[in-house]
């Protein structure tokens, strides 16, 4: 089963999507069924759908469209993980429709401030409400939080943590060092993946041979298991269409056997997420 575990939808009816107001190429409605196509063209037969905006509605009617969307498999959704009543909003959660379909939840931390945000003692007691819900929690930091994000997996080992867009480098060669270092740190703690996603953004194009120094170091630090696929499209779009992405990752991957890249095209996102096998939807 080939997984893509990294990607949005939104509707400019329904809410704002601020962050895309500069971004001409994003600032408008995208749907499950305008991916559809390159889903099926690439052979992707289950997604993971991802948190954009946080406002407690939109996790609820991700679910809803999980529950009658068969190639969403999915959701990753969002709460205040400052609430003293984390615990009783994902119970909620879970028992709306779709609810079964929630396997993590994310906070935008990249857009905190704070580079020690994760450090937080009511950050930490969120997340520890999510990691005993049976939920995993995507990290979404930028490169000065990373540091804060490898703290965080450490102290925390009862948690399954997803590390999206591998922290979010800068894709320079003076940045690969400091990033690296770090991301074997990282990979000390068997609680955490790694979503191969992302970098293609960063690196404002669609490049395998900028983005095979990144993928090298996370392949030979996690190794392909703890290593998952995603498109983060339609973020991608400013720097490459869906099959494009795809196509990179391909080319990243080509080394590993058959098997390995089954485990980044989807067997990884499988087992971390608990996703159900299931054929390609026609």
């Known amino acids: 089963m080939r997984v893509d575990a990294h990607h949005h939808i939104w509707d400019l009816a329904v809410r704002d999507q601020p962050w895309t107001a500069d971004i001409s190429l994003l600032n408008r409605t995208f749907t499950i069924d305008e991916l559809r196509p390159d889903l099926r063209a690439n052979g992707i037969d289950a997604t ?13 009617e ?12 999915a959701v990753v959704g969002w ?15 879970r028992q709306l429709p779709g609810g079964t379909a929630l396997v993590g939840i994310r906070h935008g931390v990249q857009d905190e401030a704070d580079p020690d945000w994760l450090l937080r003692t009511d950050a930490r007691r969120g997340i520890l409400a999510v990691g005993a819900a049976g939920l995993a929690y995507d ?7 990373l540091a804060a994000a490898v703290r965080t997996v450490a102290a925390l080992p009862e948690v399954r943590f997803v590390l999206d ?30 979503k191969l996603s992302g970098l293609v953004t960063q690196a404002h194009l669609c490049s395998a041979a900028a983005l095979h ?25 400013p720097a490459a269409d869906y ?16 098997q390995e890249q089954a485990a980044v095209f989807g067997e990884t996102a499988a087992e971390w997420y608990g996703i159900p096998a299931r054929p390609l939807s026609r």
């Not at 993971?48 to 609820?60: A, F, K, R, S, Y």
């Not at 990290?139 to 939080?145: A, M």
């Open 243 to 258: 099959g494009e992405v795809v196509a990179v990752a391909d080319e990243l991957i080509d080394p590993l056997s058959p």
């Open 213 to 237: 120094p990144y993928a090298d170091t996370l392949l030979d630090r996690l190794g392909p298991n703890r290593l998952m696929f995603g498109s983060d499209w339609p973020v991608c779009l």
């Open 165 to 194: 867009h591998a922290g979010n480098p800068e894709i320079h060669p003076d940045a690969h060092g400091p990033w690296a270092a770090l991301i074997s740190d990282l990979a000390t703690c068997p609680n955490v993946a790694v």
């Open 62 to 73: 991700l679910l809803r469209l999980a529950a009658t969307d068969p190639q969403i498999a």
């Open 139 to 145: 990290l979404l930091v930028r490169p000065d939080q």
């Open 79 to 93: 709460v205040d993980l400052t609430a003293p009543d984390v615990a009783e909003r994902l119970a909620r959660l």
């Open 48 to 60: 993971v759908v991802v948190q954009t905006i946080p406002v407690e509605p939109e996790t609820p």
